[in-house]
Structure formats: structure tokens, C-alpha cells
């Protein structure tokens, strides 16, 4: 589980997530330009408790992944 979304499936190359009415794919190619420039965008009901969840979840300091404000 990754700060709460669950995986659904995984079949090829796609695996796809999904936390209640949200989800999101992840393909598995790589490409270094993408790689060094990855940004994400989830939009959320409310973003003040999406923000203290993520924080609560410790996954920004698992991956060192920074949550811009």
C-alpha cells in the first residue's frame, strides 16, 4: 500500500493503484530525461487533510521525496 492506494493490477507493463475514488497508473518505461524530472498531480477533495495524511504516512522520509506547498 503506498500512502493508502492499493494495487488493483498489474499486468504488462501498467500497474494501476486506487485509494476509495482516486487512482492513477504506472507504466514501466524509462526514459532518463522523464526520470530526472518526474512530477505527479493527484487532486483530492480536501487538500488540507490529503497533506496531513501524506505527512502521517512517513513516506517522505522513506523515499526522500519532498511534498511541495
Known amino acids: 500500500m503506498i500512502i493508502g492506494f492499493t494495487l488493483i493490477s498489474d499486468e504488462g507493463a501498467i500497474a494501476y493503484f486506487l485509494f476509495s475514488d482516486q487512482g492513477f497508473l504506472l507504466q514501466d518505461f524509462y526514459e532518463e530525461d522523464y526520470a530526472n524530472n518526474f512530477m505527479m498531480h493527484l ?27
Open 43 to 69: 487532486l483530492v477533495k480536501d487538500v488540507d487533510s490529503w497533506y496531513q495524511h501524506v505527512l502521517s504516512s512517513g513516506i517522505t522520509d522513506e523515499y526522500h521525496a519532498p511534498i511541495l506547498e
